[in-house]
């Protein structure tokens, strides 16, 4: 089976299955250069060999995200109270670590992107060299290796210093891969960017609350004298006192400090504590205006059309104030302004104006090439006008009671109406008259309006794609009302019918060309009729029957698009 394919599909192609579904969860680029030549041969990677964007190492990946999210945890609590380090939390670090091997054995069987061609290598020598040479290995090495139990096993000995709390602090570097997902779920577009970017400054605060709440009650147990810190002048003993107690106020302490509300009831002592407090209260300034920035931005992101729809309507009313229009004006304007914003979403000049011409096009013809071909106005056109036509066409909206085209108006835009209704007026010795739709009650309220539109003859075409044959209102007289006649007089109004003509019987067989008919505009008489069939068949005719072989009597009976058959 052969097909063509862009360049951009070779670059995920791999025998494992799980297709890319969502490109904007790709954090690296993908397209290459400009001259790179995209080799057919790494169409199918070698065996053993997985591909970085494969479904199922993304879930392996996103399953060590919350061995991370436990490890930024067990870390800094490990440091603070190194007892539960080789106590209660030693086979969790163990079982964690585990994974995290797991993890290093199969980075060694990655697929990863060249960025000089931008396509997969799939070499394993390579790519062990790779991932050897870069820090990433030793780090992840070290931040994996469980320090204290192997020194345990080798030594035959339990060793309860400081040392191994912060050699465990190296687990710390597995964040990165926090980072990582945070910074693939925000070009997700499956995800919302304002939760996401929410949930990250949340997990952000919290760790540093943690943290430092942590290292601020190992400072305490780590003096020499207990009693001359800022939780051993309030808690005798607490270094054998319940370990959540000790952690209950580190994190009071953090809260409290982060806020910036301080009550002193937990303050500083010692030297020592009293400069990690200045180094704590100045990197919360920088959180903090990290946070608000943030925040910020995204309120006035998710605001941002709000704000722009009241600037606008102010702008409207100060102009309309300003200079002194009328208030059916004003109300005229402020309609059109609030379904502008309300149909942002549905017109398509904003979307489509950076894509290519062929997509612009292709987006056209889904949208408007059935509404153009069911147009009255445009049947029997060739396929080229309706295309040509389609990709100059463009949606618009209009609120209720305001005028589309003026009278007298030099016409630049042509209107086809999809849904709604309009009402098409005239001005006639300065009175204002409707020439479609009147209805009865209105005609009852008007007695002479046949005297007034008696004299009147227009010709127009509603764009009405729905209406096919428009009658002008008539009035029938009322013998109670004086002044009115029982014979009704209605606007003469002209429109061209169009039916399509046959030069043969409807049961016969025809010619190919033939059996498509000829499209003409229905004559004012049948005698007409025979004399414009005889001109396109080169026949003269006597009969005109239906498609169901009924006699055309009256050309009053016949109807848009109809089928005549003349012989």
Same mark, same amino acid.
């Given at each position: 089976?052969?097909?063509?394919?862009?360049?951009?599909?070779?670059?995920?192609?791999?025998?494992?299955?799980g297709?890319?579904?969502?490109?904007? %969860?790709?954090s690296?680029?993908?397209?290459?250069?400009?001259?790179?030549?995209?080799?057919? &041969?790494?169409? /199918?990677?070698?065996?053993?060999?997985i591909a970085p964007?494969?479904?199922?190492?993304?879930?392996?990946?996103?399953?060590?995200?919350?061995?991370?999210?436990?490890?930024?945890?067990? %870390?800094?609590?490990?440091?603070?109270?190194?007892k539960?380090?080789?106590?209660?939390?030693?086979?969790?670090?163990?079982?964690?670590? =585990?994974?995290?091997?797991?993890?290093?054995?199969?980075?060694?069987f990655?697929?990863?992107?060249?960025k000089?061609?931008?396509?997969?290598?799939?070499?394993?020598k390579?790519?062990?060299?790779?991932?050897?040479?870069?820090?990433w290995?030793?780090?992840?090495?070290?931040?994996?290796?469980?320090?204290?139990?192997?020194?345990?096993?080798?030594?035959?000995?339990?060793?309860? &210093?400081d040392?191994?709390?912060?050699l465990?602090?190296l687990?710390?570097w597995?964040?990165?891969?926090?980072?990582?997902?945070? +910074?693939?779920l925000?070009?997700?577009?499956r995800?919302?960017?304002?939760?996401?970017?929410?949930?990250?400054?949340?997990?952000v605060?919290?760790?540093?609350?943690?943290?430092?709440?942590?290292?601020?009650?190992?400072?305490?147990?780590? *003096?020499?004298?207990?009693?001359? +810190?800022?939780i051993?002048?309030?808690? @005798? !003993?607490?270094?054998?006192?319940?370990?959540?107690?000790?952690?209950?106020?580190s994190?009071?302490?953090?809260?409290?400090?982060?806020?910036?509300? &301080?009550?002193?009831?937990?303050h500083?002592?010692?030297?020592?504590?009293?400069?990690?407090?200045?180094?704590?209260?100045?990197?919360?300034?920088?959180?903090?205006?990290?946070?608000?920035?943030?925040?910020?931005?995204?309120?006035?992101?998710?605001?941002?059309?709000?704000?722009?729809?009241?600037?606008?309507?102010?702008?409207?009313?100060?102009?309309g104030s300003?200079?002194?229009?009328?208030?059916?004006?004003r109300?005229?304007?402020? =309609?059109?302004?609030?379904?502008?914003?309300k149909?942002?979403?549905?017109? /398509?000049?904003?979307?489509?104006?950076?894509?290519?011409? =062929?997509?612009?096009?292709?987006?056209?013809?889904?949208?408007?090439?059935r509404t153009?071909?069911?147009?009255?106005?445009?049947?029997?056109?060739?396929?080229d006008?309706?295309?040509?036509?389609? +990709?100059?066409?463009? =949606?618009?909206?209009?609120?209720?009671?305001?005028?589309?085209?003026?009278?007298?108006? $030099?016409?630049?835009d042509f209107?086809?109406?999809?849904?709604?209704?309009? !009402?098409? #007026?005239?001005?006639?010795?300065?009175?204002?008259?409707? #020439?479609?739709g009147?209805? /009865?009650?209105?005609?009852?309220e008007?007695?002479?309006?046949?005297?007034?539109?008696?004299?009147?003859?227009?010709? *127009?075409?509603?764009?009405?794609?729905?209406?096919?044959? @428009?009658?002008?209102p008539?009035? @029938?007289? !009322?013998?109670?009302?004086?002044?009115t006649?029982?014979?009704?007089?209605s606007? +003469?109004?002209t429109?061209f019918?169009?039916v399509?003509v *046959?030069? *043969? @019987?409807?049961?016969?067989?025809?010619?190919?060309?033939?059996?498509?008919?000829?499209?003409?505009?229905?004559?004012?008489?049948?005698?007409?009729?025979?004399?414009?069939?005889?001109?396109?068949?080169?026949?003269?005719?006597?009969?005109v029957?239906?498609?169901?072989?009924?006699?055309?009597?009256?050309?009053?009976? #016949?109807?848009?698009?109809?089928?005549?058959? $003349?012989?």
């Amino acid at each position: 089976m052969s097909e063509t394919r862009s360049p951009l599909p070779l670059l995920f192609r791999r025998r494992s299955s799980g297709e890319i579904k969502n490109l904007t %969860s790709v954090s690296s680029s993908l397209l290459p250069a400009f001259g790179t030549i995209v080799d057919e &041969g790494h169409l /199918q990677l070698k065996k053993y060999v997985i591909a970085p964007y494969d479904r199922r190492y993304r879930l392996w990946q996103t399953f060590l995200v919350v061995l991370v999210v436990y490890s930024a945890w067990a %870390s800094p609590f490990e440091l603070a109270f190194g007892k539960v380090a080789s106590g209660s939390l030693e086979p969790v670090d163990l079982v964690v670590d =585990a994974f995290f091997v797991v993890d290093i054995i199969l980075t060694f069987f990655i697929a990863y992107l060249d960025k000089s061609t931008y396509l997969l290598v799939d070499d394993r020598k390579k790519i062990a060299l790779r991932y050897v040479k870069k820090l990433w290995f030793p780090m992840d090495v070290a931040s994996t290796l469980p320090f204290q139990f192997l020194y345990r096993i080798f030594t035959g000995k339990m060793h309860r &210093g400081d040392v191994f709390g912060f050699l465990n602090l190296l687990r710390l570097w597995r964040l990165r891969r926090v980072s990582e997902l945070f +910074t693939r779920l925000e070009k997700d577009t499956r995800f919302s960017y304002y939760w996401t970017r929410y949930c990250k400054l949340i997990a952000v605060t919290l760790f540093a609350v943690h943290s430092a709440g942590c290292f601020y009650y190992w400072l305490a147990a780590s *003096h020499g004298q207990p009693e001359n +810190t800022w939780i051993g002048s309030l808690v @005798h !003993d607490f270094k054998h006192r319940n370990i959540w107690l000790g952690y209950t106020y580190s994190m009071y302490w953090s809260i409290v400090t982060l806020t910036t509300v &301080g009550y002193g009831d937990l303050h500083a002592v010692n030297t020592g504590e009293k400069i990690f407090n200045m180094l704590y209260m100045l990197f919360n300034i920088s959180l903090t205006a990290y946070l608000i920035g943030n925040m910020t931005n995204l309120i006035v992101h998710s605001a941002a059309r709000t704000f722009a729809m009241r600037d606008a309507i102010n702008q409207i009313l100060n102009y309309g104030s300003k200079n002194r229009l009328p208030e059916g004006l004003r109300e005229q304007m402020l =309609a059109h302004m609030q379904l502008k914003f309300k149909t942002a979403e549905l017109k /398509q000049e904003a979307v489509l104006e950076n894509l290519p011409k =062929a997509i612009r096009s292709s987006v056209a013809q889904h949208l408007f090439r059935r509404t153009a071909e069911n147009t009255y106005l445009f049947k029997g056109v060739s396929e080229d006008f309706i295309a040509q036509l389609v +990709t100059e066409m463009k =949606a618009e909206y209009f609120p209720p009671k305001v005028e589309v085209i003026l009278q007298n108006e $030099i016409a630049t835009d042509f209107y086809i109406l999809v849904s709604g209704a309009v !009402d098409i #007026l005239t001005y006639k010795n300065g009175t204002e008259q409707y #020439l479609k739709g009147l209805k /009865q009650e209105m005609l009852e309220e008007i007695p002479y309006v046949t005297e007034l539109l008696g004299g009147l003859t227009t010709e *127009h075409t509603v764009p009405n794609e729905g209406t096919h044959n @428009h009658e002008a209102p008539s009035y @029938h007289g !009322d013998p109670n009302v004086e002044g009115t006649e029982e014979t009704s007089k209605s606007i +003469t109004s002209t429109f061209f019918i169009r039916v399509i003509v *046959h030069g *043969h @019987h409807p049961n016969e067989n025809a010619k190919e060309d033939d059996m498509m008919g000829k499209l003409i505009n229905l004559p004012d008489s049948i005698e007409g009729l025979f004399r414009l069939a005889e001109k396109k068949f080169g026949k003269r005719g006597s009969k005109v029957l239906m498609v169901d072989g009924s006699e055309v009597e009256e050309l009053r009976a #016949l109807r848009e698009n109809d089928h005549l058959f $003349i012989f």
